[in-house]
């Protein structure tokens, strides 16, 4: 059975910083790259970053510089560390596999206002 656990979200000021953690079923994680996706307010989901089974990172361009992602594969969790929010950063961030799964945890809810 697929699991996937989306933690970490919340409301920030622009400027600040949150880590975004997920917790996958091993089935899926060791055998996967693992990606961070959102869903901004009327638009559709989007990919924001991908970490590959040896750890190579990629970044879309909206985000490079600011978001890093990265694996514990002892624990079977995926990360994304963001800094410098901005308002526009708000939306549902999900992980999934990359490509990803039909299967959606409940994702985390970033909020960026003042």
């Known amino acids: 059975q697929v699991q996937l656990v989306e933690s970490g979200g919340g409301l920030v000021q622009p400027g600040g910083s949150l880590r975004l953690s997920c917790a996958a079923s091993?089935?899926?994680?060791?055998?996967?790259?693992m990606g961070w996706y959102r869903q901004a307010p009327g638009k559709q989901r989007e990919l924001v970053a991908v970490?590959?089974?040896?750890?190579?990172?990629t970044v879309a361009h909206s985000w490079k510089g600011r978001f890093t992602i990265s694996r514990d594969n002892a624990k079977n969790t995926v990360y994304l560390q963001m800094n410098s929010l901005k308002p526009e950063d708000t939306a549902v961030y999900y992980c999934?596999?990359?490509?990803?799964?039909?299967?959606w945890g409940q994702g985390t809810q970033v909020t960026v206002s003042s």
């Open positions: 999934n596999t990359y490509p990803s799964y039909t299967y």
């Open positions: 091993g089935s899926i994680f060791s055998i996967n790259a």
């Open positions: 970490i590959g089974t040896g750890g190579k990172t």
